[in-house]
């Protein structure tokens, strides 16, 4: 098989990346928790890092404050500094995608989330393929090529057109990013394995990436199906909340799952 942009950041089969989680917080707890996730995570097998501000840094709808910009390339850096040797990523929320492009090249990351790449939502803009695209060729140019996570049908989004179905949104997708990201309803929430198929049918080989829900108990029932997934809830006992840190055992007890597909 031809090796594409994206097994060449994720060689192994099936890559799992972890999320780091940013709050509000000052910037000294800031960086001991990311660094403190992003050690248990390495340590403990995962394939990459996604560093997202959650549950602040909102200008408005559709753009991240100068604040959550500047808090996660600081952080993205020192766990590159950190030299664990491993795929970093940025999530700048509600979907940034040109500072996230920006943030991830000050970083010096490897690949971008956006949680929505199509469709039309209430209350925030729906991306223009033609700027999206604009700003992906300008960084290619002053930087290697990032890889682009997008979602369809994400999570706490409203669909201004409940008819744009998956299969309609994921085959739009697929002309445009290198991994489309499927999820539940909520956070931790599990990914219709319905989604996923639809997803597949229409991805020409795109990659279908578990964007929430992925457990030691489900992962093989999905990674039956999936190429990877974005996992963040099941790897902290008492779910995604400030202080709550990423627990070794439980990224241990779904790696092992993961390992039976490698």
Known sequence: MAETLFSKVFPKKKPIIGMVHVFHE???????????DA??????????????????GYQDEN??????????????????????????????????????????????GSFIQMDHITGKFKH????????YLQVRKTYQRIYNPIVVFGGIHPKYYELSNPRCSITECAKKA??????????????????????VHAA??????????????????????QLAFADGAIVGTAFKKNGVRPGELVDA????????EVSKFR
Do not use: W
């Open 26 to 36: 000052e910037r000294k707890k800031q960086l001991d928790h990311a660094l403190a």
């Open 124 to 131: 925030c803009r729906c991306v223009d393929p033609d700027e």
């Open 200 to 221: 597949r049918v229409v991805s020409n080989g795109t990659p279908i990436i578990i964007g929430s829900g992925l457990t030691a108990d489900n992962a093989c029932k």
């Open 249 to 256: 055992d439980l990224v241990k007890k779904l790696m092992d």
């Open 39 to 56: 050690y248990c995570l390495k340590e403990n097998g995962v394939d990459g890092l996604l560093v997202e501000n959650y549950g602040f």
């Open 174 to 195: 697929a002309e445009l990013v290198d991994g489309i990201v499927v999820t539940g309803e909520r956070t931790g929430g599990e990914t219709a394995l319905d989604d």
């Open 63 to 108: 753009h991240a404050t100068l604040e959550a910009f500047d808090a996660l390339i600081g952080i993205a850096l020192v766990i590159q500094e950190s030299r664990l040797n491993i795929p970093i990523g940025i999530n700048l929320l509600p979907n940034d995608f040109p500072k996230a492009f920006e943030a991830v090249f000050h970083a010096k």
